[in-house]
Every structure is written in structure tokens, then in C-alpha cells.
């Protein structure tokens, strides 16, 4: 399946941040996604400054059984610049959805959704190139306040900026560091939390990003079988 962008990738930093202020507006926070049989996790690995590696890892749900997944190269064209991530990754995870016979119910992306300074990270930016519901769950905070969630699996705190909650501090395992939690595109807060939570089994990680992450780091095999 074809994913066009509604913009070009190689830009300045200054039109990369118009793009992001026009995308912004199309973002949906509330729930607009059906059942959930298929989730996937992406990643991007970077074997050279120049080269990105995206893989797409796709699971049944909620069992999270392997189903498919697919691996992309492509040159990486856009500098590296915290904020602008999406526009040194995006590319090349799509040209991985593409390689796929049929697309995910849910994106968890291993980086920022709506806790980013202008509310677009890469899981809002890929919802709304692709339509496909997303989830932002990254391992750091970018931006924002918060109290340190309790100890225990499932606890959790609003992650405040500029007055507004733009994600969640979520324990997904008892007494480990917590996970930066967001809404990508089509997912409410709430939901996310949610979904997150039942993709986390034994570590801190959901299954769909340590997959991925296998996949796109090249320490993993991709499962050529494509639905």
C-alpha cells in the first residue's frame, strides 16, 4: 500500500516547522480506531549518518504473537535536530509499511506523539500521513512537567506543558524506570495508556517496540511472512 505525504521531506528547518504547524491541525486525540487485531511497533536504526534502517514489526493482538514484518533502507536526508526527528525517519519507515500486504490497526512508535514543542512528534506525524491510529511511547522526555508516577505496574502521571496535559509518565513494569506516553493520531490519552500497558509483558518495553527494534538495529531476522 502507497502512503503519499502531503509535503516533501527534503526542507529547511524553517519549512520542516511550517510543515509541522499545518499537520498539527489534522491531529485527532479522541478514539477513531475499530477492533485492534494487528498492532505494530517501527523503529529506525542509522548504520551510517547517512543511511536509516526502518523496520515495522507486526503482532497479533492481544496475544502478540509474531505475524509479519519488513525492513527499508533509505538515505536519510534530513540532519539530525531534536524536534524534527520525524522528517530524518518517517521516509524510511513508510517505504517498511509498504512492504507490508495489509497495514496495522495500531502504530506504537518508539518516540514522541502530542509531547512535542509544536504537538507533532513522529507518531503524530505518521498517524496523519498514513491515517493509521498511533501511539507515541518513548523512552525520554522531551518536554514537560510531572510528579514521579508510584512504584508499581500501571501507575501513572500527567505530563504537563504550558498549561495543557500532552501525555501520560506510565510504570509499565514495578519499580523500573517509567515510559513517556502520548496520543499519535486517533487515540485519546486514555486509550494509549491503555494499549500500552497490554503490550508490556515482561519488560519495561511493549513487545512491538523491542521487535522492531531487533529488526531495525539488525540483530534480528524479519518475518517475511506479509499479510
Do not use: N
Request: with cysteine; proline share 9%.
Amino acid at each position: 500500500m502507497k502512503y503519499p505525504t502531503p509535503h516533501p521531506w527534503r526542507v529547511t528547518i524553517e519549512q520542516a516547522r511550517d510543515i509541522q504547524q499545518s499537520l498539527q491541525e489534522r491531529v485527532v486525540r479522541e478514539d477513531a480506531f475499530g477492533p485492534v487485531k494487528l498492532v505494530a511497533g517501527v523503529d529506525v536504526g542509522f548504520p551510517s549518518r547517512e543511511r536509516a534502517r526502518a523496520a515495522v514489526a507486526v503482532l497479533s493482538f492481544p496475544d502478540l504473537e509474531p505475524v509479519a514484518s519488513a525492513v527499508a533502507r533509505r538515505a536519510a536526508r534530513f540532519p539530525y535536530v531534536p524536534g524534527y526527528l520525524s522528517f530524518r525517519e518517517v521516509p524510511a519507515v513508510l517505504a517498511a509499511l509498504e512492504k507490508l500486504r495489509t497495514p496495522p490497526d495500531l502504530i506504537l512508535c518508539d518516540g514522541q506523539g502530542y509531547a512535542h514543542p509544536r504537538r507533532l512528534g513522529i507518531a503524530c506525524h505518521l498517524g496523519v500521513v498514513t491515517g493509521i491510529p498511533t501511539v507515541g511511547v518513548a523512552k525520554t522526555r522531551l518536554i514537560g512537567a510531572y510528579a514521579e508516577p508510584g512504584p508499581h505496574r500501571g501507575a501513572w502521571e500527567p505530563l504537563h506543558d504550558r498549561g495543557e496535559i500532552i501525555g501520560a509518565v506510565l510504570r509499565s513494569r514495578d519499580r523500573v524506570k517509567p515510559l513517556f506516553v502520548s496520543s499519535g493520531h486517533r487515540v485519546s490519552l486514555a486509550s494509549a495508556i491503555e494499549l500500552v500497558l497490554r503490550c508490556c509483558r515482561r519488560y519495561r518495553l511493549p513487545e512491538t517496540t523491542r521487535a522492531a527494534h531487533r529488526l531495525a538495529s539488525g540483530t534480528g531476522r524479519p518475518d517475511m511472512r506479509r499479510r
